[in-house]
């Protein structure tokens, strides 16, 4: 016989949000399950509804479930962000990691919940009490909003509390009652099972449990018959294998902001509770990194890469703060920016040798891409390019620096292009030249700040070399042919 | 120089060109280029465009098309003679048909047969490539065996970095080849400065951003029309001149396109002229059986003459042809449109309005001075309009008949998404500018909304181009779709007179002209549409022939004063055309008494009619508290039909003529820019011209303003007459059929849905207010449809059509084995329902003889059947009890979810006794109040309305168990109590009750969800119309 006590976080996302962001207390905000994403359970809901929303919004008069384009109409200023399961789940593991220094046996049922085998515990925490009081404590710490509930299986206790009932006795007949009374909709059953049951006339759990279970599995499978046992029992199943949570070994946190931010100073705010969630987790670990890789990420689903680099091991929210200050200047933000995320993927020990950048060759050699990181990390992202060639009409255009390591357009179209381009047209004498070829008018380039309007000659000059030649007020020599 | 511009395509090359057809030619004019090609790809879809613009000036147009075809190059066909321009349509036919909808496939043996009298200029795919030369010299032998002398190479310059190479290329082709070389254009832009748009479309194409994919844009705007010195720069002087040799030879207009009927309606030895008249004489007698008057023989002979002068017999006789069918086969339809309102369409049985009854001039709408095609539309049944359709393509061939095209253009959500997605936007970008434009907001435009909205986007570059091509390529043709039901038969093969292509439904072709293009080369095309009211009057009519009463559309009797009393009071549910909530409105005040009182109302609860401010006067003349004036005789002559006030839209096309001296002619060209105002604005130019002429004749001022600012609001809302008369018509025949046979109408319209306004269950609760008696589903008792039980009286047992998740097909197969009735569940497997099936019978509780109430129904339902309960096998095959029953609330709820209605009580008086509801008064109760008084009422929400006529108000529809009511919102109201207002289903409002002439409505002042109190997943609404 082993106890579990769930952990249910309805409103994980948005609560761990308002954590890292205060700003976010200040502005009616929901998150909505996108209609582009895959909706399980939501069934016949309406459209695009509302899955969580914090205090101001609901005062204003959203409601979950609400269509997110209701609840716009409804609340002018609302702010409006995507659900996203994944970065729920990131913020759960998070919440274990936080939580593991004192309760290890955790089992996570992502993206809203955590178990916990309390058995091994009790005796630590001298009895029930003391433990609940203690986990309690430590999730307050965290400002979430949460339920938990007791039962003889992660499954029991996890119905219970995800249904909102705070059932923490370890009566048998207690979590008995408490489960008879759950809906059958609340116990994360299929969408047409929960249908098929309610036409039968069968609201809770109670009601299932007063059918025979030959008849319950007539009409609703096997399957549901054994789930009602797991339900039932005291005891958990010998095979019902848990796979308890062990702690990541990289750090990785990305969030929301509440409202688009266009200047790094407004950006500062919220990257120092990020890093201070890094520097809980790099302390806890006994940890030191020196590569932290900051993202930035825009509305049209671009994103500004930040990677800092420091001299020396560190695992202090200060220093990484203090390296972030110093290096603002060079990645101006040419949008604003709607979420960051912040991954270390390099952690080291804490009382390791620490070496010089380039002269741990064991460890680091051969790898090109962790040499371009490195390159990067020490003299600035754009400071080191590829050379690319693409499609653009408009010469120096068509032949760009790309970012080390993007991937390159295989040019398409068949023009006439010298080998080498002069960095600056050269003005020449044209009657030095004979005109061979021509002329190539391009005209093109409207959309961007570089529209150019010119024609373009092949020419050759007295020594025969052919050349690329264009009339702007005077003659200019673009580049050369082989 | 002269020069003839021979390679030039329009946007009918969807997403190739930035140009319109009448843009080219126009602008070719202005060049003095001597002749201009329109030559789209695989289609002549712009050609009638073009041809109207050409005929303005003394330019050439020159038809032909361009296909690309893999490893020949481009191929240029052009149309000397009208019998070329049949093989081009004939060609472009069979190319399209090879492929689905929105494509086409040609070879290159496609071109070495069947253009017999075309010419050809071929572009060779690959000019530059020297391995190439060989296989070019190949083709262009094979090419001149068919092509011979009407063949030349197509030698375009564009100014990019291999011109020189092309130009050798073709040089030496054309010495080694003997053939001569002809310079064009290539031209996709007739100005400069559409470049930006042509980049934007081809990136579309490409479905790729511009900034990311450069290579989608063009790299210079050469493919326009360039003028003549630019040109003579550009190519060889021969090269040019040959473009007008070419042009010179081609002597085809589309004005030589002669449509020639169907020949095989007319029997041997008569003329159509002559049957026509045999006919109409025939359909006389029969239709007066009395005699027929004198005046209605003179006005068919009057008719006949003008349709013999006009040659539009076969149009009739065609027309006549099909409504035999619909008789033979009993489909019921009705014509309906300007000519369908003559004697000769009465007497045809093509329409069942007599003509004596209105008004309706004939020659206005067939007269020598229009010149264009009469317009009949005839409805059918909506259930079964595929019958004639299926007739069309039996009797004529698929060869012969096609439907006609729609031209779906650019608008502005389309727009704006592919713009954006060509600009580099992301599509959430786009959902996120988007998502708060009022497009209904007549006072701020989207732009203005938009910079408003988003500050920093209207001030970016981007945004700036984003706003800008956006508002460019709305009216831009995105792709040809099927009209709604426009047919164009024709006596020989129709791809002789233009292509036919595949549509996207299956078995359906459709040529490549629109309606505009029709009318404007004098086509006939002849509309078979749907209307769901003819089914349920033809359902209604036969339950009343099971019961020997039987009853035509014509021998329904007329002027009958019962019905005239019921709609006066706003009885009119389910009633064809007066059954909104606007026209309930107008019902009691405007009190109709004869047929010609429901054309007027129909016609005037319009928005036309509404926005040019003419109900209110029309009202209060009509009970004589306003004097009826008329500033002339002329005006009187127009106006007196409707007391002075113009009504249908074309009073004011007469208006314009007489009043403010307007010819035939241009009060044509006045209709036509009032159907299409909204788009292009060009109503203003009338304006001075309007104002002008009144005055002169001497009008006040006043008048002229009044009569302009009505023709505006007519713009496209306006209904002719002729139109309001078919449809007073219907709504006529079913007031009285609803007046004197509810349980019969309420069944036929009940098997007819989903049409019209309401939902089964509103339909069914008017039903019930009028002594009809409802039963409920029993999968024993009730059949698919509803069923009238005539001999209990009104009685309706409900029809099984009205479970959703139900299939028709296995439900109907399944009724037939029911014989003495289904004893159990697995009698209703044998019969072949699916478990899907029956446990939706189950839910909606039509299993009650089977297994008594729903919760049993389907407990016994979702019992396995043996082949899936391998593990349970040794369980007895009784079935058990189920220990739980259903309240009546959850039966109700049950109802509704799963049929949308319920005979039960109805959900407000469950609630009544409910504290919050202590003080609403019902429905009734309301009735009976006097206007004015401060009032608390409570309902389901059943309809949202926010008229566009009327800004700021809102109309919600409560219902309670007691019927409905009128609820009026005003903007404030709705703001200040916005989540009740957007988001209630039930309602409780108090305000103050108005009631003026049987109209009665609460004017809100507070409105309080009280959505909790329900316990009711669905429930039908309409929302915002």
């Known amino acids: 016989m082993s106890l579990w006590l769930y952990c249910h976080f309805p409103q994980l996302l948005l609560d761990t949000v308002c954590r890292i962001h205060a700003a976010a207390n200040t502005v009616p905000l929901v998150y909505y399950l996108p209609a582009d994403m895959p909706r399980e359970r939501q069934g016949k809901a309406h459209r695009e509804p509302i899955v969580q929303c914090n205090q101001l919004a609901l005062d204003a008069g959203v409601e979950l479930g609400q269509p997110q384009t209701l609840a716009q109409g409804l609340v002018s200023g609302l702010v409006c962000h995507r659900y996203n399961a994944e970065k729920e789940a990131q913020a759960l593991r998070q919440l274990a990691d936080g939580l593991y220094q004192t309760i290890d046996k955790q089992v996570l049922f992502a993206p809203k919940g955590i178990a916990i085998a309390v058995d091994s515990l009790l005796r630590l925490y001298q009895g029930l009490n003391p433990l609940l009081c203690h986990i309690k404590e430590q999730l307050q710490a965290f400002d979430l909003r949460f339920y938990m509930s007791l039962a003889y299986s992660p499954e029991a206790a996890r119905c219970l509390a995800q249904a909102g009932y705070e059932q923490l006795s370890a009566d048998k007949n207690a979590i008995h009652d408490a489960l008879a009374c759950l809906p059958v909709n609340t116990l994360n059953w299929s969408e047409s099972r929960v249908e098929k049951l309610n036409k039968s006339g069968i609201k809770t759990l109670h009601d299932l449990w007063q059918l025979p279970a030959a008849q319950v599995g007539k009409r609703f499978g096997l399957e549901l018959v054994e789930q009602l046992l797991t339900l039932k029992s005291t005891h958990t199943a010998e095979s019902a294998a848990v796979t308890f949570y062990q702690p990541a070994q990289t750090f990785s946190l990305s969030f929301d902001l509440v409202t688009e931010i266009s200047h790094w100073q407004g950006l500062l705010f919220p990257l120092k509770r990020a890093l201070r969630e890094l520097e809980t987790f790099l302390y806890q670990r006994q940890k030191v990194t020196r590569l932290l890789d900051i993202r930035l990420h825009h509305r049209d689903n671009s994103s500004t890469r930040v990677p800092l680099k420091l001299a020396v091991d560190s695992w202090r929210a200060s220093q990484f703060l203090q390296l972030i200050q110093l290096q603002v200047d060079r990645y101006p933000l040419r949008q604003p920016v709607i979420a960051i995320s912040l991954t270390v993927e390099h952690l080291y020990e804490l009382d390791r040798n620490s070496g010089q950048l380039l002269n741990d060759s064991a460890q680091h050699k051969g790898d090109l891409h962790e040499l371009l990181a490195r390159l990067q990390a020490k003299l600035g992202e754009k400071a080191i390019y590829s050379p690319a060639v693409t499609n653009d009409f408009r010469p120096l255009l068509n032949e760009q620096k790309k970012s080390a390591g993007s991937v390159t357009n295989i040019p398409t179209k068949n023009v006439k292009r010298p080998l080498w381009l002069l960095p600056q047209p050269e003005p020449i004498d044209i009657a030095q030249w004979r005109l061979i070829e021509g002329p190539e008018r391009i005209n093109s380039g409207w959309w961007d700040d570089k529209p150019m309007a010119r024609e373009y000659w092949i020419a050759s000059d007295p020594m025969q070399r052919l050349g690329w030649l264009f009339f702007e007020k005077e003659w200019y020599l673009q580049g050369w042919f082989s | 120089m002269r020069y003839a511009e021979l390679h030039c395509l329009s946007y009918f090359s969807f997403l190739r060109s930035a140009a319109a057809p009448g ?454 043709p995105r792709h040809l779709s099927q009209h709604v039901g426009g047919f164009v038969i024709a006596a020989g093969k129709l791809s002789d007179l233009v292509p036919i292509e595949n549509a996207s439904m299956p078995e359906r072709t459709v040529i490549q002209w629109d309606k505009d293009d029709l009318e404007a080369l004098k086509l006939l095309k002849v509309d078979v549409l749907a209307l769901g009211m003819l089914t349920a009057l033809r359902k209604t009519m036969q339950l009343l022939k099971a019961q020997n009463i039987s009853l035509t559309l014509a021998d329904i009797p007329q002027e009958d004063p019962t019905v005239y009393q019921a709609l006066q009071k706003a009885d009119s549910v389910g009633v064809f055309q007066i059954e909104s909530r606007a026209q309930m409105n107008m019902l009691p005040r405007l009190k109709p008494s004869t047929f010609y009182d429901l054309v007027i109302q129909i016609a005037i609860v319009r928005p036309g009619p509404i926005q040019g401010d003419m109900v209110h006067p029309y009202l209060r003349r009509r009970s004589g508290l306003e004097p009826i004036d008329y500033p002339s005789d002329e005006v009187k002559s127009v106006l007196q039909r409707t007391l002075g006030v113009p009504i249908f839209q074309e009073q004011a096309i007469k208006l314009a003529m007489v009043a403010a001296g307007f010819s035939g002619g241009e009060a044509d060209q006045l209709r036509r820019a009032m159907a299409a105002w909204r788009s292009t604005g060009k109503l203003k130019q009338f304006e001075e011209k309007l104002i002008s002429g009144m005055l002169k004749r001497g009008y006040n001022e006043e008048f002229a303003q009044r009569l302009f600012h009505q023709i505006c609001g007519f713009g496209q809302y306006g209904f002719p007459e002729s139109h309001s008369a078919s449809f007073a018509n219907l709504a006529y025949a079913s007031a009285w059929l609803k007046t004197h046979y509810p349980s019969a109408f309420y069944t036929g319209l009940l098997n007819s849905l989903p049409m019209g306004f309401y939902s089964p269950s509103q339909l069914i609760q008017d039903a019930k207010r009028h002594g009809v008696r409802f039963l409920p589903l029993d999968i024993n008792k009730s059949d698919w449809d509803y069923q009238w039980l005539s001999d209990q009286g009104s009685v309706i047992r409900l029809g099984l059509r009205q479970i959703s998740g139900l299939s028709k097909e296995r439900l109907i197969n399944a009724l037939q084995c029911r014989d003495d009735g289904f004893s159990h569940i697995e009698s209703l497997r044998q019969a072949g329902l699916y478990e899907s099936d029956i446990e939706a019978l189950a839910k909606a509780d039509a299993l009650q003889s089977i297994s008594g109430h729903r919760y049993q129904a389907s407990w016994d339902a979702l019992m396995m059947s043996d082949e899936q309960l391998p593990l349970f096998s040794s369980v007895q095959e009784t079935y058990d009890k189920t220990p739980f029953t259903p309240d009546e609330q959850e039966d109700i709820r049950f109802d509704y979810t799963s049929t949308g209605l319920s005979l039960r009580r109805h959900p407000l008086a469950l609630i009544r006794n409910n504290p919050v509801l202590a003080k609403c008064l019902t429905a009734e109760q309301l009735c009976h109040q006097r206007s004015g008084k401060l009032v608390e009422v409570i309902g389901l929400i059943t309809c ?67 959505t909790e109190l329900l316990n009711i997943d669905k429930h039908h609404e309409r929302r915002f119309h």
């Open chain 2, 23 to 476: 843009e080219l030619v126009d602008r070719a004019v202005e060049l003095g280029y001597s002749a201009i090609a329109l030559t789209d790809e695989c289609s002549v879809a712009g050609a009638v465009r073009a041809y109207q613009a050409a005929k303005q000036h003394s330019i050439k147009l020159i038809i032909g098309s361009e296909f690309n075809v893999d490893g020949l190059g481009k191929m240029v066909v052009l149309c000397p003679t009208r019998k070329a321009y049949a093989q081009l349509c004939h060609k472009i036919t069979t190319f399209r048909q090879r492929m689905q909808k929105g494509s086409y496939e040609a070879k290159t043996e496609d071109f070495l047969t069947g253009f017999e009298e075309c010419f050809l200029l071929w572009l060779p795919a690959e000019p530059c490539s020297g391995s190439y030369y060989a296989k070019a010299i190949n083709l262009g032998h094979r090419l001149k065996r068919h092509w011979h002398l009407r063949l030349w190479l197509l030698y375009e310059r564009h100014y990019q970095s291999d011109d020189k190479s092309t130009f050798n290329f073709i040089q030496r082709l054309s010495q080694q080849l003997h053939l001569r070389v002809v310079a064009a254009g290539g031209c996709v832009l007739h100005d400069v400065n559409r470049q930006p748009l042509l980049d934007i479309v081809s990136a579309i194409a490409a479905g790729k951003p511009l900034s990311l994919y450069p290579e989608c844009a063009s790299a210079n705007a050469e493919r326009r029309l360039r003028d003549l010195s630019e040109l003579q720069r550009c190519y060889p002087q021969q090269w040019l001149t040959e473009t007008v040799t070419i042009a010179d030879q081609c002597h085809f207009s589309m004005a030589e396109l002669r449509y020639e009927y169907p020949a095989e309606l007319v029997p041997a030895g008569l003329t159509a002229s002559q049957y026509l008249r045999q006919l109409t004489e025939r359909g006389a007698t029969k239709r007066y059986p009395g005699g027929v008057p004198e005046k209605v023989v003179a006005q068919y002979n009057k008719e006949l003459e003008l349709i013999r002068e006009q040659q539009y017999e076969y149009f009739f006789l065609t027309i006549h042809d099909l409504v035999c069918f619909a008789q033979q086969q009993g489909i019921l339809y009705q014509g309906r449109g300007s000519a369908a309102n003559s004697v000769v369409c009465y007497c045809l049985e093509i329409t069942a309005v007599n003509p004596t009854q209105i008004d309706v001039l004939f020659e206005r709408f067939i007269s020598k001075e229009r010149d264009e095609p009469p317009d009949i539309d005839v409805d059918f049944e909506h259930e079964r309009r595929e019958e004639i359709i299926q007739y069309i393509y039996r009797k004529y061939g698929r060869a012969r008949a096609a439907l006609a095209a729609t031209v779906i253009r650019y608008r502005f959500r389309s727009a704006f998404r592919d713009v954006g997605k060509a600009l580099g936007f992301s599509e959430q970008q786009l959902q996120y500018y988007r998502q708060n434009l009022d497009r209904r907001d007549k006072d701020i435009d989207w732009k203005q909304q938009l910079a408003d909205q988003h500050p920093k986007l209207a001030e970016s570059r981007r945004g700036q181009q984003l706003i800008y091509y956006t508002e460019q390529l709305i009216g831009f």
């Open chain 2, 944 to 1010: 949202r309305q926010r008229p566009g006529t009327k800004t700021g108000v809102t109309f919600f529809t409560l219902e309670d168990e007691t019927g409905n009511i009128n609820v009026v919102i005003w903007a404030k109201t709705a703001r200040k109590f916005r989540k009740a207002f957007l988001s209630s289903r039930l309602l409780k409002v108090k305000g103050v009750l108005e009631s003026h002439q049987g109209v009665t409505h609460v004017v809100a002042g507070h409105l309080d969800d009280q």
